[in-house]
């Protein structure tokens, strides 16, 4: 929605002016051009910056966004201006009664009275705004360093669904503690590249598991083989076994036994057919257990846990230390797959990939900002909004005692669009009108507002969601909207009029 509210903004403002239809919409398109050109840019490369993560559900979310941020922008150059003149059309055929009011600019260049408020107060009394912005960054970033040493949510019981903890899950939990951690008595299943993996990895992971300078996780592993009487040579031994007991069982033998004794064997001895028995003799409902979907049999196998938390990721990445990536005496190595794995690893990703795709997000905004400004003045007052916006979502965050989990961890990369596309349009602005800093805020101020209003509507949804690491991540996206936001409209304009050449500031 940003890119065709802020050139709709300006076309009004020509209208308001008394421009011509044609002459403003030739004008609002490229009076907006280059500050859209860079709002998707930057908004493109915080998503693009996570196609680099190694995640691929990750990956593929920065893919969608860096595509579409810039389909979203080509689109609007052709399409905007088209369909502001198709409405006109039709308005024009309304009654006068019913068309829209026209566009008015006050006398002193405001759109409206709170673009006109901030725009005197950052004025008249920037050292004042820029001296409140650093003590709420202050307070913003006084628990940062201990925020930042671990921010990663492990507590996976808190990113589910919200109905499920009160419903089924509550109940699970109930009886995880009445039976001591066992009341999923399959255990938690995984899966072998093949079933003739499986006994070495057992052996395997359960070495790997005594190894654990923590202490054993696992209680005990159930494969194929065992709920069968063993493999299939295992059987033959025992038959032949059996055999050569039945051989020697002759009438005369059994004669000569004590009364007692010979009814005694009569009883315990094994009858005739016996066979190998195979997966195919299992009953169904023991057999699927061990059954993937394509049917075929042998290559699962279950993992049952000592009484400890599923939901704590300190555990999770202990149990995929120890099930995951096994390498096997024949030198195979074998990455079971599991829930515990899967999670592990988004864990991982996090911990490896956000920093760095932070890093990119950040380094590449900076050398757009640069290169749009051309100005070194601009460049360092739109980045040093942009980081005090990050600042005071981080800040906020951790004073909240939010925690950083696998969804809202990727609301830092998209801050970095955020805060640099709503600063670069106030600065923009102001370069297009010789450097006049507060009838840029009072002409643009409630565009970029705007733009900011549909996007806290689009994350706040999230907000009430059932998923609570869809909550959270709803959550910070907000409140990095609205610190950017404030950044934009208050810092900035603030820093530009106190950092204004001498002989600017001249009457």
Not at 341 to 362: G, K, N, Y
Request: hydrophobic letters at 50%; aromatic letters at 6%.
């Amino acid at each position: 929605m940003n890119f065709p509210i802020v050139l709709l903004s300006r076309y009004r403002e020509f209208r308001a002016r008394g421009m011509a239809p044609e002459s403003a919409r030739r004008d609002a398109v490229w009076n907006a051009f280059r500050a859209e050109l860079v709002g998707a840019s930057v908004a493109a490369i915080a998503y693009g910056s996570l196609t680099i993560t190694r995640f691929r559900g990750f990956a593929q979310f920065g893919l969608i966004g860096l595509v579409g941020m810039m389909l979203v922008w080509i689109s609007m150059i052709p399409c905007v201006p088209a369909m502001i003149a198709a409405v006109e059309r039709l308005e024009g055929a309304l009654p006068r009664r019913l068309r829209q009011a026209p566009a008015r600019v006050e006398p002193d260049g405001s759109r409206g009275p709170l673009s006109r408020l901030v725009g005197d107060i950052t004025e008249r009394r920037p050292r004042l705004v820029l001296a409140i912005a650093g003590a709420i960054t202050i307070v913003a970033v006084w628990r940062l360093p201990a925020f930042l040493r671990d921010p990663w949510e492990y507590d996976f019981d808190k990113l589910g669904s919200s109905a499920a903890r009160a419903g089924m899950d509550a109940w699970t939990r109930k009886a995880e503690r009445v039976f001591g951690g066992r009341a999923g008595l399959g255990g938690a299943m995984m899966i072998a590249d093949t079933a003739a993996q499986v006994p070495a990895l057992k052996a395997r992971i359960l070495a790997n598991d005594a190894a654990d300078p923590e202490g054993r996780l696992i209680e005990e592993i159930t494969t194929l083989d065992d709920v069968l009487p063993g493999s299939e040579a295992e059987q033959r031994r025992k038959l032949g076994v059996i055999a050569r007991i039945q051989g020697r069982l002759t009438p005369a033998v059994l004669a000569a036994l004590p009364e007692a004794e010979r009814r005694r064997v009569e009883e315990e001895r094994p009858p005739a057919g016996l066979r190998v028995v195979g997966p195919g003799d299992l009953p169904p409902v023991l057999r699927h257990r061990f059954e993937e979907a394509s049917g075929a049999i042998g290559a699962v196998f279950h993992v049952r846990f000592r009484d400890v938390s599923l939901t704590d990721g300190h555990n999770l990445l202990r149990i995929a230390r120890t099930t995951d990536d096994v390498a096997l005496p024949d030198g195979q190595r074998v990455a079971t797959a599991s829930r515990s794995t899967v999670f592990a690893e988004m864990i991982r990703s996090m911990q490896r990939d956000a920093p760095l795709a932070t890093l990119v997000a950040l380094s590449l905004v900076v050398l757009v900002v640069a290169a749009a400004t051309r100005d070194r003045r601009g460049t360092v007052a739109v980045l040093l909004a942009l980081l005090l916006g990050v600042a005071w979502m981080l800040g906020g965050a951790a004073w909240r005692g939010e925690r950083i989990n696998f969804v809202d961890f990727i609301a830092l990369p998209i801050t970095f669009g955020i805060g640099a596309e709503y600063p670069f349009n106030i600065y923009d602005r102001s370069r297009l009108l010789a450097g006049d800093v507060t009838r840029a805020v009072k002409l643009h101020a409630g565009a970029v507002a705007l733009c900011s209003y549909t996007t806290v509507i689009g994350y706040g949804s999230l907000v009430g969601a059932d998923n609570l690491a869809l909550r959270s991540f709803g959550r910070m996206a907000v409140a990095g909207e609205i610190a950017c936001l404030f950044a934009a409209l208050v810092f900035l304009p603030a820093l530009l009029h106190a950092t204004r050449p001498a002989r600017a500031k001249e009457p």
